[in-house]
C-alpha cells in the first residue's frame, strides 16, 4: 500500500475530494489527508510522497518544507507542490527547495494522477537499485533472468565476487571496501555494456560483493578475460606498497594471531543458460553458485564455465579457465 499525504487547509476539501476520486481505482494507494497543525505527529509514520496546496495554506510553504525535511527519516519523501502561482521565481524558488514536482493549480486531475503514478513507479525502480553502486538489485536481476527464461533465449549467466574482501575491509575499513565495490562495479559496467555489445546485455549488484551479469554477445568469455585483467591492474592502487611487495596481508584473528591472507582478486562463475536445461531461475542460481565456488577454489582471479546442455551432462571441467 502506497500512502500519499495531503497537505491542505481547504476545509471544503475540494482537492482531496477530487484525488480520492481520481485515484480510487489504484486500490494500493491511500490518501491521508494532514492538517499544518498535525504535521510533527503525523510524520512520524512515514508516507511515499507528500503532496501540498500551496493555494490553501496562508504561512510560509518554506515552513512547511523545514518542518517536514527537519526529521532526518523524512529527508528522502518525494514532495508535489500545487501553486496557484505563474510567477516562474516563485515556482524556481519552491524547486529550490528540495521540491521535486511543482504543478500549476487548478490543474487537470489527469494530469495529477499520471504525475503521482510515474513518480511510485520511479520510487520502485530505485528501491531495488544499489545505493552504492547505483546497479539494479535482486527484484530486476530476478526479472531480467525469468523473462529471457520464458522467451527460451540463450544467454550465458556470469557471477562475480571478490576473494578475500574481509580481509581487505578488516585491514583498510570498510570506506576503503566501498570504493573497491564501486570500482568492482565500474570494470564489470564497463566491460559488458560497452559500445558494440549487445544491447540487451544487463548487470546487477546482488549485495556486498556479489554482482551478476546477463551477456548474449557469445565471445562472453573474452568479457571474463577482460574483466579480470582491469581489475587486476586496478586493485593495487588500493594496497601500500608494503603489502603489495610481501604480496598478502596480515590480518589479526579473533584470538589475536596474525594471518596471512592473498590480496583482494575476483572470481566468475559463467553458466550457459538454455531453456533446456533449466526450468526457473532458482536453478540457474544454484549451478551458478556451484561454479563460482570451484572458480573460488583456484588461486589468483579466475573464471569457471559451465558449458552442460542439459540436466544428465556431468560438469566438464575441461571449461576451467585461469589468467
Request: contains cysteine.
Amino acid at each position: 500500500m502506497k500512502k500519499i499525504y495531503l497537505i491542505d487547509e481547504d476545509k471544503g476539501e475540494k482537492l482531496s475530494k477530487n484525488l480520492i476520486s481520481v485515484m480510487k481505482k489504484e486500490q494500493n494507494v491511500e490518501i491521508v489527508n494532514v492538517n499544518l497543525k498535525e504535521i510533527k505527529e503525523k510524520f512520524k509514520t512515514i508516507p511515499d510522497i507528500c503532496i501540498i496546496n500551496e493555494d490553501s495554506i496562508n504561512s510560509d510553504i518554506k515552513v512547511i518544507f523545514q518542518s517536514i525535511k527537519d526529521a532526518q527519516q523524512n529527508a528522502n519523501i518525494p514532495l508535489i507542490v500545487l501553486t496557484p502561482s505563474e510567477d516562474e521565481e516563485h515556482i524556481i524558488d519552491i524547486l529550490k527547495n528540495d521540491v521535486e514536482i511543482c504543478l500549476k493549480y487548478p490543474l487537470n486531475c489527469d494530469i495529477l494522477y499520471y504525475t503521482i503514478m510515474n513518480l511510485i513507479k520511479l520510487l520502485n525502480r530505485n528501491r531495488t537499485v544499489s545505493p552504492l553502486t547505483g546497479l539494479p538489485g535482486n527484484s530486476q536481476i530476478q526479472s531480467e533472468m525469468q523473462e529471457r527464461l520464458d522467451k527460451g533465449e540463450k544467454y550465458a549467466m556470469m557471477y562475480i565476487d571478490l576473494d578475500n574482501f574481509k580481509a581487505y575491509n578488516d585491514t583498510y575499513g570498510f570506506s576503503n571496501g566501498d570504493e573497491i565495490i564501486k570500482l568492482t562495479a565500474n570494470i564489470i559496467t564497463k566491460n559488458v555494456l560497452k559500445k558494440g555489445r549487445n544491447e540487451r546485455n544487463f548487470v546487477g549488484h546482488i549485495g556486498g560483493d556479489d554482482f551478476v551479469a546477463l551477456v548474449e554477445d557469445e565471445d562472453y568469455e573474452t568479457i571474463c578475460q577482460n574483466i579480470i585483467a582491469e581489475f587486476d591492474k586496478s586493485i593495487l592502487k588500493y594496497f601500500t606498497k608494503e603489502d603489495i611487495d610481501r604480496g598478502y596481508l596480515e590480518v589479526e584473528n579473533r584470538k589475536g594471531i596474525i594471518e596471512p591472507f592473498p590480496l583482494t582478486t575476483i572470481s566468475i562463475g559463467v553458466v550457459e543458460v538454455t531453456n533446456e536445461r533449466f526450468k526457473n531461475t532458482l536453478e540457474i542460481g544454484e549451478a551458478g553458485a556451484a561454479v563460482k565456488h570451484l572458480a573460488k577454489t583456484i588461486w589468483g582471479s579466475t573464471y569457471v564455465i559451465d558449458r552442460r546442455k542439459n540436466r544428465e551432462e556431468i560438469f566438464d571441467k575441461a571449461a576451467q579457465k585461469k589468467i
